[in-house]
């Protein structure tokens, strides 16, 4: 069984940045792709940004230019440095791990992140 706890959510005004973390139990060796979503109220899952084992990385079109997702192998966490937040990007964030392509994988409980004035 994996563990993954998210941390660094908040509330922060527009143009402001924040730094998510996520932990894991396991070494992040394992991992195929580790990857951060988000729910907003009202609305589905999404994709924000993903990391492969190969260090290619894919984004969401609405945070590309603003978000960066890396790893710390020694700390076994993978982060999101969210720049020039927008109240658009205000939603809950969760953390996805995944050792087998083609499955859910493990999340995190989520970290809610709040834009505005």
């Known amino acids: 069984q994996v563990q993954v706890v998210e941390s660094g959510g908040g509330l922060v005004q527009p143009g402001g940045s924040l730094q998510l973390s996520c932990a894991s139990s396991k070494s992040i060796f394992s991992f195929i792709a580790m990857g951060w979503y988000r729910q907003a109220p009202g609305k589905q899952r999404e994709l924000v940004a993903e990391?492969?084992?190969?260090?290619?990385?894919n984004y969401a079109d609405s945070v590309k230019g603003r978000f960066t997702i890396s790893r710390d192998y020694a700390k076994n966490t993978v982060y999101l440095r969210m720049n020039s937040l927008k109240p658009d990007d205000t939603a809950v964030y969760y953390c996805?791990?995944?050792?087998?392509?083609?499955?859910?994988?493990?999340w995190g409980q989520g970290t809610q992140v709040t834009v505005a004035s």
């Open positions: 990391i492969g084992r190969s260090s290619t990385r």
């Open positions: 996805n791990v995944r050792l087998q392509p083609d499955t859910d994988g493990y």
